[in-house]
């Protein structure tokens, strides 16, 4: 892997056999299926990101940009004038 965001299907099926539980020949095609895009130019190179959507498909990447776009909240400001207007109707 040379840092360009692929690496080489040879590669990827030498490390899948010896991490974790060993893949067959059989398991190892149907991963490629899934990883490959049929479409590509180099087809005997599989994209980092889509193995990484493949094995960790629910996993949310968040960092201090993503919360405050999230949140609404830049400073928390609104967050605090709608909690003391809730306490005062009380």
């Known amino acids: ?10 590669e990827l099926g030498e490390f899948l056999r010896n991490v974790g539980e060993p893949l067959n ?6 991963f490629y299926e899934l990883a ?10 599989v994209e980092i990101k889509r193995i990484a959507n493949i094995l960790l498909p629910k996993i949310v990447t968040e960092n201090e940009l993503t919360k405050g776009v999230a949140g ?19």
């Open 1 to 10: 892997m040379d840092a360009d965001g692929y690496i080489e299907k040879a």
């Open 25 to 30: 020949d059989e398991e190892l095609q149907k």
């Open 36 to 45: 490959v895009d049929k479409d590509a130019e180099r087809p005997n190179l």
């Open 72 to 90: 609404g909240n830049a400073g928390d400001e609104d967050g605090e004038q709608e909690k003391s207007e809730s306490d005062d109707s009380n």
